[in-house]
C-alpha cells in the first residue's frame, strides 16, 4: 500500500504564490510518475502537472507558464510551484502517482485563490 500525502494548501490573493508538496510512501521513488490533479467545485476532476522517472514533465494549458512541479527523490516529495495565482485556480489539490498498474491518490489540500 502507498501512502500518499499533500500539504501547502492555504488561501492567497490574485497575483500570489503557494507550493504544494506530496510526499509518497514505499521504495523506488524516483521511478514513478507523480502527478498533480484538481477539482473546483461543480466540475471534474482534471490534470495540472505531472512528472515520471525521467523528469519528464506535462502541464495543462491553463498553467503553462505559471505552475512548475519538480521532485526531489531524496525525499520523496514532489512538489508544485504555483505562480501568479487565479481565482480560477480556486480547488482541491490532489496528488496521484501509479504503481504497477495501481493508482494511489491522497486526501487534497485546498487552494482559496480571493481577494
Known amino acids: 500500500q502507498v501512502q500518499i500525502m499533500e500539504s501547502g494548501g492555504g488561501s492567497v490573493q490574485p497575483g500570489g504564490s503557494l507550493t504544494l508538496s506530496c510526499v509518497a510512501s514505499g521504495n523506488n521513488f524516483s521511478q514513478y510518475y507523480m502527478a498533480w490533479y484538481r477539482q473546483a467545485p461543480g466540475k471534474q476532476r482534471e490534470l495540472v502537472a505531472n512528472?515520471?522517472?525521467?523528469?519528464?514533465?506535462n502541464y495543462a494549458d491553463s498553467v503553462k507558464g505559471r505552475f512548475t512541479i519538480s521532485r526531489d527523490n531524496a525525499k520523496k516529495t514532489v512538489y508544485l510551484q504555483m505562480n501568479n495565482l487565479k481565482s480560477e485556480d480556486t480547488a482541491i489539490y490532489y496528488c496521484?502517482?501509479?504503481?504497477?498498474?495501481?493508482?494511489?491518490w491522497g486526501q487534497g489540500t485546498q487552494v482559496t485563490v480571493s481577494s
Open positions: 496521484k502517482t501509479v504503481r504497477r498498474g495501481f493508482q494511489y
Open positions: 512528472i515520471n522517472g525521467f523528469d519528464n514533465v
